[in-house]
């Protein structure tokens, strides 16, 4: 504790000093007001940790940033001060390092601002903008000795070293407009992706994706592994079945209707994988009739024997879409007898995101069934659900988010509400 408290008045040091010697503004400060609400119900959560809110107040003066906010019970503050030589923060919501979820505080999530609620923390770098290396104390993370850091320009990737914990980050924030291969000029190809954690306990997701100047012809990427929740923003995983696997997703697209796709997830003592290929009947011009063919595999390794399933099955579905909006409608039905509805909306327009997704799945089901959810980096990633019912809703623009998602488990055995609203204002 003694040393924890040395380096973060170490920061404090230089966070006061920095402020002293910073110059008298000319204009006046940017302020910024925000908060969320939260609500989670499940039968097995305390009435206590169902309910979550906070509210904060943010002030920006030339190269100075900072924060009083509500948190719950808890009343806390922030600041960071930049500029061409130095960055610093100390306290609760800024990082000189860029990253989603280093030092995030698991019960709350922002989506619409850069800033996450993060623990107590201490940060410093030097030469931002270009490669900056630095050093840092963070809550929970650290321990008694500070962590090293190194950020590269543009923030287009940083990594993090605690040598007290072995805790490690890796952050990538890669994009081109315009990538010149054989028979593909001007592609456009993004990296990004975050993981922490150490070798034996960690989590995270990249994202990749390549796509034609058009955008027609793309190839997209996706690897995750969750810890206990760190990951998405609902607190429902969907799943009862769920030990933290490694999944990857990948798929191949021509327009928004032709997809071939593959699904592979692996933890211990189980695989559970599928692949598809989807295929428009007909283009209408602002819809089509498809159908998809599926595979899917299980294995389950057993203390004496290795046990392999395979299930096919069969979907017809019906494709809308649009550059502003597109939607679907479909039911699968497997070899097994077992069946689902499937449905989905997303419309983008004025700065509005709209958008929401159903699954009703059959009575007993046994197979899992895939589903989109949203993780805590705002990108939609493939998962297995075994729920009968689950409802997910979303409506985000500069001002709000407001998501919601509902799930009712096979046999009424009881269901899970998440809903979470958030707000921001520039004044």
């Known amino acids: 504790m003694r040393g924890q408290k040395h380096i973060l008045n170490f920061f404090t040091f230089f966070f006061i000093l920095s402020i002293f010697f910073s110059i008298f503004p000319e204009n006046s400060p940017k302020w910024e007001l925000g908060g969320s609400s939260q609500t989670f119900q499940s039968r097995f959560v305390d009435r206590k940790d169902s309910q979550l809110s906070s509210i904060w107040l943010e002030s920006e003066w030339q ?4 924060i009083v906010e ?7 503050a922030g600041g960071k001060f930049q500029n061409d030589y130095v960055a610093i923060s100390a306290g609760h919501r800024y990082k000189t390092v860029p990253g989603f979820f280093l030092g995030r505080d698991e019960r709350y999530y922002s989506t619409l601002t850069k800033h996450q609620p993060i623990k107590n923390s201490g940060f410093m770098n030097f030469l931002p903008g270009y490669f900056s290396p630095g050093i840092f104390w963070l809550e929970d993370h650290t321990g008694d000795k500070a962590g090293f850091s190194i950020v ?9 070293y605690s040598p007290e914990t072995e805790i490690r980050s890796l952050y990538l924030n890669l994009f081109r407009e315009r990538v010149d291969l054989p028979f593909f000029r001007k592609s456009k190809v993004t990296l990004q992706g975050e993981s922490i954690g150490s070798r034996e306990d960690y989590f995270g997701r990249y994202f990749f994706k390549w796509s034609d100047h058009s955008g027609f012809f793309h190839i997209e990427g996706r690897i995750y592994k969750d810890d206990d929740g760190k990951l998405f923003e609902s607190r429902d995983d969907f799943q009862e079945f769920n030990k933290n696997p490694i999944v990857a997703w990948g798929a191949m697209g021509l327009g928004p209707v032709h997809r071939v796709e593959a699904f592979d997830s692996v933890e211990e003592g189980l695989r559970r994988s599928f692949h598809s290929a989807r295929l428009g009947l007909w283009d209408l011009g602002f819809a089509s009739p498809a159908i998809r063919y599926r595979e899917y595999r299980e294995i389950f390794d057993m203390e004496d024997e290795r046990i392999f399933q395979l299930t096919r099955s ?8 649009s550059k502003k909006w597109n939607y679907f409608l479909g039911r699968e039905f497997r070899e097994t007898g077992e069946y689902f509805t499937e449905a989905g909306l997303e419309w983008n327009e004025f700065g509005w995101r709209v958008g929401g ?9 046994i197979l899992p069934t895939p589903i989109e959810r949203f993780t805590g980096m705002d990108r939609l990633d493939v998962s297995l659900t075994d729920r009968k019912t689950v409802i997910r809703l979303r409506l985000k ?7 919601v998602t509902a799930s009712d488990r096979m046999g009424r055995r009881g269901a899970i509400f998440f809903m979470n609203l958030q707000f921001h204002y520039d004044f």
């Open 63 to 66: 190269n100075f940033t900072g």
């Open 70 to 76: 509500s948190r719950g019970e808890r009343s806390l």
């Open 152 to 160: 590269l320009p543009e923030e287009k990737g940083a990594f993090t």
């Open 314 to 321: 069969h979907a017809l579905l019906w494709m809308g879409y």
């Open 357 to 365: 997704s159903v699954l009703f799945q059959r009575e007993g089901n």
């Open 397 to 403: 623009t500069k001002f709000m988010d407001w998501n």
